[in-house]
Structure formats: C-alpha cells, structure tokens
C-alpha cells in the first residue's frame, strides 16, 4: 500500500527533487478558474499556494485550459499556466 501524506498526497521524498523557488503554504480556499476571456467559469479549490503557484484541484479537470486566471475569494486574480496535471489535481505557476 503506497504511503500518502494527511492530504491525500503522495509524500515528498526528497525536498532535493522539490523543484519549487518559495514555500508553499497549505490553504483551503474556494476561487473560481476564469477562461475565454472572461465568458467561462469554474469553481475550484486552492489547496497550497507559494509566491510561484499553487496547487489546485478544479470541479472539472477535463476541461481546465492551460493557461486562466485564477480569482481567490478573497486575494487578487492571478494569471496562471498549467505545469502538471494528474486526474484530479493541476500545479500552476503565476505568470
């Protein structure tokens, strides 16, 4: 049974292999990804952030672009672009 991290996450196993610039920091926070300039919609949840990006698991990653803004409830949007992706979370980086 592979090991994961109290998120769900697989655990880091080497913070050498990390190859983030800042600190992340855990959130739980509702935002909403904004796309074809501003006349598409869809709700996600920031689940850690850092100065760089943030990791976010969106209501449809099928259909999440590559590139959106990305407007917190309560923070500034921010531009971003899609750096990886798996079937339930995307990492992404402020442009």
Known sequence: MERSEP????PTE?????????????VSMAALIVFRDGYCTMGCRILNTSDTGALLKPG???SCPTKFV???RFDPPRDCEVVWRND?????RYL
């Not at 080497?14 to 855990?26: L, Q, Y």
């Open 7 to 10: 998120n769900g996450l697989p």
């Open 14 to 26: 080497d913070a050498s292999h990390d190859r983030r610039r800042g600190s992340r920091s855990r």
């Open 60 to 62: 449809n990653i099928a």
């Open 70 to 72: 990305l407007k917190p």
């Open 88 to 92: 339930k979370l995307l990492g992404v």
